[in-house]
Every structure is written in structure tokens, then in C-alpha cells.
């Protein structure tokens, strides 16, 4: 498999987390967005939305979005570790808490967004990051309430605490949450008064899967 990404793209993020977790070896191809590279036609001719992640696969298929890939990748290697774990209630606590990351908080800050905000709206540098800091953080809180009323059901079903997102195992929950907080630590985002989100998180990087999917780690990361 080949994934078609950039090193800082939150979304691309959450697909090598993904790969890694899995144990699925893949080719690391660059896509740098700040330079265009998304919209050459070597890239865009494969992609409606031209965007990334793209993973495209050992068959030649060409797969977009990435909570979709990560759903791909879950029914197409389903003896790799799994990233929905559970029973159907559970995965889809999983499913919802990854996609509150990302399509409540992650499209209205996303380069495209915070470009258009500078650019063709006229605002400066310290309004982008401003509107960054508000939404995300706005975000996050309603994240760290999530992570509280499910906290509360599972101690009311007699479950233990989760030590991730959901459980004792990363998930596609933790797969979204980690970009979106090392984007936020990008922009000072305030993280304060967050014990649970910030919980998960340090359980999530701690893990060998996050840590071989850092953006520090790519082999882009100086471009």
C-alpha cells in the first residue's frame, strides 16, 4: 500500500496511527500542501476533493477520507489489531467520538479554512489564530464532556475506566484525538481544565503505533 500524505495533516495523522497500530507496512509518499502539491494532476486526477490522506492500495484502488480508510483497513485486515473494539454500542461510542474530532472541530480549522480567513477575508495572522484557538477549544470542551458521560455509563454498567478515548486500547477515537491535540499545541490552544481528553492522550502517545506516526517522525517533516 502506498499513503499518499503530509507530515502536518491532522487527517493523514490519523492513518499512519492507524497503519502502525495494525502492524501494516505501506509506502510513505509526501504530499506537501503548503507548496500545492495536492493539486497536481500526478495527485488530483485520483481525487475528487484532492486532498489527503489518499491510500492507495496494492491493487491500484485510490481511497479518500480517513476515517473511511481506517474503516477500510479494519474489514480488510480484520486479523490485525482492531481499532473498534467491542460489542455495537461500544464501537459506536468509538465512532462517535472520533467523529466529533473530525466534523465538528477539524473542518473549520483546517488549512484550507484558516487560508481563506487570511487571504481572501483580510485578516491578520493574530484573528486566524484567534478564530483557531476559540473553535478548537470549543471543540475539545465538548469532547471532554463526551468523555464524561461515558466515563459515568461505564462505571454504571461496572466497566473500569478507560484508560484511552474508550477502554484499554487505542481506537479509531484515539486515532482522530491525537492530531487535533498536537494541532492545537501547534496554535496555544488552551489545555487546561481537560482531565480526561489530556488523559487519553498521554495514554495514546505513549504507545509505540503514535509514536512511529508523529509528524517529527516523517520522512518530510524538513520540507
Given at each position: ?10 487527517a493523514s495523522y490519523r492513518v499512519r496511527i492507524a497503519l502502525h497500530a495494525k502492524g501494516l507496512p505501506y509506502d510513505y509518499v509526501p504530499v506537501h500542501l503548503v507548496k500545492g502539491e495536492h493539486r497536481a494532476p500526478a495527485f488530483a486526477s485520483h481525487m475528487g476533493d484532492a486532498l489527503v490522506p489518499a491510500l492507495e492500495t496494492e491493487d491500484g484502488q485510490w481511497l479518500n477520507q480517513s476515517l ?156
Amino acid at each position: 500500500m502506498k499513503l499518499h500524505n503530509y507530515f502536518r495533516s491532522s487527517a493523514s495523522y490519523r492513518v499512519r496511527i492507524a497503519l502502525h497500530a495494525k502492524g501494516l507496512p505501506y509506502d510513505y509518499v509526501p504530499v506537501h500542501l503548503v507548496k500545492g502539491e495536492h493539486r497536481a494532476p500526478a495527485f488530483a486526477s485520483h481525487m475528487g476533493d484532492a486532498l489527503v490522506p489518499a491510500l492507495e492500495t496494492e491493487d491500484g484502488q485510490w481511497l479518500n477520507q480517513s476515517l473511511a480508510i481506517i474503516e477500510w483497513l479494519e474489514e480488510t485486515y480484520p486479523d490485525t489489531p482492531t481499532l473498534l473494539p467491542g460489542n455495537a454500542l461500544a464501537r459506536a461510542r468509538i465512532r462517535a467520538l472520533a467523529l466529533q474530532v473530525a466534523c465538528e472541530i477539524h473542518p473549520i480549522n483546517n488549512l484550507r479554512v484558516l487560508g481563506y480567513l487570511k487571504n481572501a477575508l483580510g485578516q491578520s495572522e493574530e484573528a486566524k489564530n484567534a478564530w483557531y484557538q476559540h473553535w478548537c477549544r470549543a471543540g475539545l470542551e465538548a469532547f471532554e464532556r463526551q468523555l464524561a458521560l461515558l466515563a459515568a455509563e461505564r462505571k454504571a454498567q461496572g466497566l473500569p475506566p478507560s484508560t484511552f478515548c474508550w477502554g484499554d486500547s487505542l481506537t479509531l477515537a484515539d486515532c482522530a484525538l491525537v492530531p487535533q491535540i498536537f494541532n492545537a499545541q501547534r496554535f496555544n490552544v488552551d489545555l487546561q481544565g481537560l482531565p480526561l481528553t489530556m488523559a487519553a492522550y498521554q495514554a495514546a502517545l505513549a504507545t509505540d503505533a503514535v509514536q512511529k506516526a508523529q509528524p517529527s517522525a516523517c520522512p518530510d517533516a524538513q520540507a
